[in-house]
């Protein structure tokens, strides 16, 4: 958009596209509107507030949690933007190593081409040629939801600056005895082909069988020890055969060798006090290849260890399996073992397994050599700086998750079989020693040998994003420092998913700590899940995810966005369907007609753009006097307001958006602009005309403001039109409203409220046709309240389609249906609106219909066998019906009387 001047009112009807379309993200970036800079902090003074975003896979497409998660950052960096603070959004993408070399190799086998054919380089240069085609997807879908980050620092976790601070992060704890080179059991993923940190393994309940096999004594065939296994197909790795020390069962079988069924091997009976007497029959079988507690026995008790399961999931066994896939062989051992006469029984068995987060097949323990960071170090401060509320989660009760997580932290294995990522900074000499540096050259000169070779692995992709708060910032290692870290760091808000709260929240509050000394945010908000109408979680294989993109073009961006906070509680489980959307659609439809209704009204009594703008730039509601209805949505506005801003201080996101949709939609738009119709038609002075229509426009800027953070289009829109102002300005840099000091009290219009919405209800009651005039008699309670009705009286008469008038004396009229609000009567004559012989006829027939009702729980609540029997919470609820059908009885017999008088 150029930057011409906005038409001074609106189009007659919403277009949502046409509106999103003017004000893309890209028109907003090119005015340098959501720009961070830190000379704004250190040279003016500006507080800071930073937002993190966690950076999406490149492999991704958007998705609602996406919607819900981007939104609610967009939400805080917008409001703090408006407040006066230099706020920055740092965006960026993750390389995702597992999942995007996953796409390309995908990809190249279409082609008959595998990356062991084209060697590591080659390949590699197929994956930035495919992450410069297709990574930037989900940053375009991104902006299409309007998200205001400072797009000129986006960073991608491969980039050198990016890279650069990996490596240098992963030396200083090599070098501070952090980092080492171990062989241990880990997560292997058979499909994947690296190794898994225990947070990239999904525990699923899975249905096997309990497999229990006889083992024979060695010294006596004819007597048995009985093991129970979930994994028969490890059988052919057994070293020993444990039970607990205090088993008397066993007790004389302790030191006693045993044979291995099929493998024929002899192997001791241990004690160990890791066996459970109450799990199968007190014995288990030891097979430290293939279990971590089985690996920690063999090394307590100097077993060997035998591995007969390979790298993909095949059988590597010399007894007849080789090749077979491990549940195919599962299946035939354990045929052969009842064939040998080993196989005791087989029973179904419900447990939980551990599956790949990114393959979704069953995880392999695997005995392998791998690196691994020193956890609990750095957990301790970690920890510490939760406990002690120098970063707040938000809902308190996810402080239990981390906590129990950090208590029981166990080392991170962060080297992964791929060939997409950072790839490990060791090379390995002829001797085998190992040389951590940044460079070839540089582990040359500390080996004093050019014969080095690099370590084949690359590391985790989480060991770039748990520097994230640093890198974005600049941050390219431990002596690395400048303005915008000195600027913007701690980052203020993180929000993110609960899913990931040890993946990334805790190592980030590690690597802060370690790296900087402080911590990297200081409020965490997690959101909530997104489920389906069902309850389930949304997923692809059950189809129940619809695509936010389609919804967008049927419903809005402003509508989503708008939609999913409003169900969205702090804490709680979002249930979505698309028709959900209605209601954000809606609201901006409430929005733009209520609008061009105000600017309607402007353009009546002002001359023109320029001269309101003259106007309204002088006008100050604060030091003007308003009628009733004035003061009312006044008071109403800044009670409005201080809710608004006390929620985002709560982080309360669902009660902002509710907050002012309450107001708006009622308060606002069924009430005022109602009210302003009866002020501007009674034939008020000019000035009086222009002071009505000027704060009607401003408490709907004001409105506007508060909602651009929820839906930045269409308040960006209609604010132009407020206005003569250009496409140049945004809404997004103007100033946030806050409540007046001293805000106005009004009670006056409150009690026209209540006493129209009485007259609606007792029309409604005795079936007055909306379209009909009615003549309502008032009798004030006190003098100071008649003259309250008595100043209200027009209101009362516009809004409630009625004739009003003060009573003289306490005379109830006849055929009146008669009320009482605080404590003012209020009477609505009903000769001539209704026919009274139909209604005495349907009273009277719905009085019978009660009154039956009535009878039937009085007899049954008499009945002894039911009252004294049946459970109390029964009985109780058809008290409770009984005392409500009474009430709607007299109720009823009171309407047929006003008919009958």
């Known amino acids: 958009m150029s ?13 949502h596209s046409e509106v999103e379309d003017r004000w893309r993200s ?175 393994v999904i525990m699923k309940p899975r249905r096997d069988q309990l497999v229990y096999v006889r083992y024979a004594l060695a010294k006596d065939p004819a007597r048995f020890i009985t093991i129970a296994t979930v994994r028969p197909e490890t059988i052919l790795a057994d070293v ?80 007849g399996y080789m090749g077979m896939d491990r549940f195919d062989a599962r299946k035939k051992i354990i045929a052969d073992l009842d064939e040998l006469g080993n196989l005791d029984r087989v029973e179904d068995y419900e447990h939980n397994v551990g599956y790949s987060e990114r393959a979704d097949v069953v995880v392999e323990p695997y005995l392998s050599e791998q690196w691994f960071v020193k956890m609990q170090p750095l957990a301790e401060k970690a920890l510490q700086v939760v406990n002690d509320g120098e970063i707040r989660f938000h809902p308190p009760h996810w402080i239990n998750t981390y906590r129990h997580w950090m208590e029981n932290i166990q080392d991170w294995c962060i080297s992964r079989q791929l060939w997409w990522g950072h790839r490990i900074p060791a090379w390995y000499g002829p001797d085998g020693q190992v040389w951590v540096a940044d460079s070839y050259d540089e582990a040359c000169r500390l080996a004093g040998t050019d014969k080095l070779v690099q370590d084949e692995d690359v590391l985790d992709t989480w060991f770039s994003s748990w520097l ?137 009594h002002f001359e023109g753009p320029e001269d309101f703008a003259r106007y309204y730039e002088g006008f100050d509601p604060s030091l003007e006097s308003f009628d009733m209805a004035g003061r009312w949505i006044l008071s109403s506005y800044n009670a409005m307001l201080e809710r608004y801003h006390a929620a985002f201080a709560q982080f309360r996101m669902n009660d902002i958006v509710k907050t002012v949709y309450e107001f708006f939609w009622g308060d606002y738009c069924d009430w005022y602009l109602e009210a302003l119709k009866v002020t501007l038609a009674e034939g008020c002075s000019p000035v009086d005309a222009r002071k009505a229509v000027a704060l009607a426009v401003h408490v709907l800027e004001g409105s506007l403001k508060a909602l651009h953070p929820v839906m930045p289009f269409i308040t960006d829109e209609i604010w132009h039109s407020v206005l003569p102002r250009p496409a140049t300005q945004s809404i997004a840099s103007s100033e946030m409203p ?13 009690l026209v409220q209540k006493v129209v919405t009485e007259i609606r209800s007792l029309k409604a009651l005795f079936g007055v046709p909306p379209g009909l005039r009615a003549e309502v008699r008032l009798k004030g309670a006190r003098s100071a309240a008649g003259a309250s009705l008595e100043g209200g009286l027009s209101f009362i008469a516009a809004l409630g389609q009625c004739t009003p008038s003060l009573l003289e004396d306490g005379t109830r009229p006849p055929h009146a249906a008669a009320s009482v609000v605080d404590g003012h009567e209020l009477f609505v004559l009903l000769e001539g609106l209704i026919s009274f012989e139909k209604e005495r006829s349907r009273l009277q027939k719905e009085i019978q219909n009660v009154s039956n009702y009535v009878a039937q729980l009085q007899k049954k609540l008499s009945n002894s066998g039911f009252a004294d029997h049946a459970p109390e919470d029964v009985v109780m609820k058809e008290r409770e019906k009984l005392a409500d059908a009474e009430a709607n009885l007299l109720k009823l017999e009171d309407n047929l009387a006003v008919l009958s008088d």
């Open 3 to 15: 930057d011409q001047q906005v038409p001074f009112n609106l189009e007659k009807t919403y277009n």
């Open 26 to 200: 890209a028109h907003w970036e090119a005015l340098g509107t959501f720009h961070a800079e830190h000379s704004r902090v250190h040279g003016e003074g500006r507080k800071p507030y930073s937002v993190l975003m966690p950076p999406p896979n490149v492999t991704g497409s958007l998705t609602l949690g996406h919607v819900l998660n981007h939104t609610l950052q967009d939400i805080f960096i917008r409001y703090s933007r408006m407040t006066g603070k230099e706020a920055l959004w740092l965006p960026g993408t993750d390389h995702a190593g597992i999942a995007t070399q996953t796409v390309v190799e995908r990809k190249l086998r279409k082609d008959g081409i595998s990356r062991h054919d084209l060697g590591r380089k080659d390949f590699l240069t197929h994956v930035w040629q495919w992450r410069e085609e297709y990574g930037g997807l989900i940053l375009k879908q991104l902006r299409r939801l309007g998200i205001s980050c400072d797009w000129r620092r986006n960073l991608f976790t491969m980039d050198e600056r990016a890279s650069e601070a990996v490596i240098n992060a992963f030396i200083a704890l090599y070098r501070d005895g952090l980092i080492y080179r171990g062989k241990r059991i880990i997560n292997w993923c058979p499909v994947s082909q690296t190794a898994l940190s225990d947070e990239e």
């Open 240 to 319: 020993a055969i444990a039970v607990n020390p205090q088993d008397e069962r066993f007790r004389d079988l302790v030191g006693e060798m045993v044979v291995v069924p099929i493998a024929g091997r002899h192997i001791p009976v241990i004690a160990d006090d890791y066996v459970d007497i109450e799990f199968g029959t007190g014995a288990l079988k030891i097979t430290p290849a293939h279990d971590p507690n089985d690996y920690a026995v063999a090394g307590r008790h100097n077993l060997p260890v035998i591995s007969v399961v390979g790298k993909d999931g095949r059988m590597t066994d010399e007894y």
């Open 468 to 604: 994230w708060p640093l890198t974005t910032l600049g941050w390219t290692g431990p002596k690395s420092d400048n303005e915008d870290l000195r600027a913007f760091y701690p980052t203020d808000t993180l929000v993110t998913g609960p899913d990931i709260i040890f993946f990334w929240v805790a190592r980030m509050i590690m690597a802060g700590m370690y790296f900087k000394g402080d911590v990297p945010f200081r409020d965490v908000y997690f959101t909530s899940i997104i489920r389906d109408m069902k309850g389930r979680k949304l997923s692809k294989s059950l189809g129940n995810s619809p695509d936010p993109l389609k919804v967008i073009d049927t419903y809005g961006t402003d509508a989503l966005r708008f939609t999913i906070i409003y169900i969205a509680p702090l804490g709680q489980d979002v249930l979505f369907g698309e028709e959900k959307c209605e209601l954000g659609r809606n609201f901006a439809t409430k929005i733009w007609n209520a609008s061009r209704l105000v600017f309607m009204q402007r353009e009546k």
């Open 738 to 750: 806050v409540p007046a000091a001293a805000p106005v009290a009004e009670e006056g219009f409150g």
